[in-house]
């Protein structure tokens, strides 16, 4: 089983819509959790950070917590076609050493 | 403006040519990493360190060595690189290698082995 899992896609989603992206990891003493996004060609490009369970806001973007169920998600609301690009989730390990370890993306494209 | 910096872009390089990737930071961040990232495995940490004199592999050091005798700087180098290299690098840095800060990375050294 992998670390950090997220469905590859593409996932398709209508411009002006909500886009729900999902990762789950396996580590239960998992400290801290990010979601980069990454267009072709580039490098990743943290938008959201989340460590507590429940809901974060930042504008059209929410990160969304679950312990318990070792799950996180991020919501795009306005879906624009901008937003297409590769989504990745990360989990910091807690250990003596911490580290961040990624999923494989879910490629996302908004169509007009 | 803060940022991490890699150079070079783009490298071509032949089997067991020795070679270095430069990798700097401004924002007096403490954690130093670097990835590299291949279709379908994702990003994979090759090794990290905590602050200077202080590193460690990540999980795929074999072929790469790393030192960080500034701060600032964390080159990646490759001793004998083999054409199962080719890859695209990131460096990346954080504040801190604990808590909730995540990592700024570089532009990416697209590198080939041939």
């Known amino acids: 089983q992998k670390e950090v899992e997220q469905n590859s896609g593409p996932l398709s989603v209508p411009e002006g819509a909500i886009a729900s992206l999902n990762c789950t990891y396996s580590?239960?003493?998992?400290?801290?959790f990010f979601w980069y996004r990454q267009y072709s060609g580039k490098s990743p490009e943290l938008i959201m950070s989340i460590y507590s369970n429940g809901d974060k806001e930042d504008g059209r973007f929410t990160a969304q917590l679950n312990k318990a169920s070792q799950y996180v998600s991020l919501l795009i609301r306005d879906s624009q076609p901008s937003d297409s690009a590769t989504y990745l989730c990360a989990v910091r390990i807690y250990s003596s050493a911490s580290k961040i370890i990624f999923g494989s993306g879910t490629r996302l494209s908004i169509r007009p | 403006e803060a940022q991490v910096t890699q150079n070079p872009r783009y490298l071509i390089t032949v089997t067991g040519k020795k070679l270095t990737v430069t990798c700097s930071q401004n924002m007096n961040h403490e954690y130093m990493s670097w990835y590299r990232q291949d279709p379908g495995l994702g990003l994979r940490q090759i090794y990290y360190s905590m602050n200077v004199e202080v590193t460690d592999k990540g999980d795929v050091p074999e072929g790469y060595k790393v030192s960080r005798k500034e701060k600032r700087n964390f080159p990646l180098i490759l001793e004998s690189p083999s054409p199962n290299q080719t890859s695209l690098y990131f460096c990346?840095?954080?504040?801190?290698?604990?808590?909730?800060?995540?990592?700024?990375f570089g532009s990416g050294t697209r590198l080939t082995v041939v």
């Open positions: 990346a840095s954080s504040l801190s290698g604990q808590g909730v800060y995540g990592y700024t």
């Open positions: 580590d239960r003493v998992s400290q801290s």
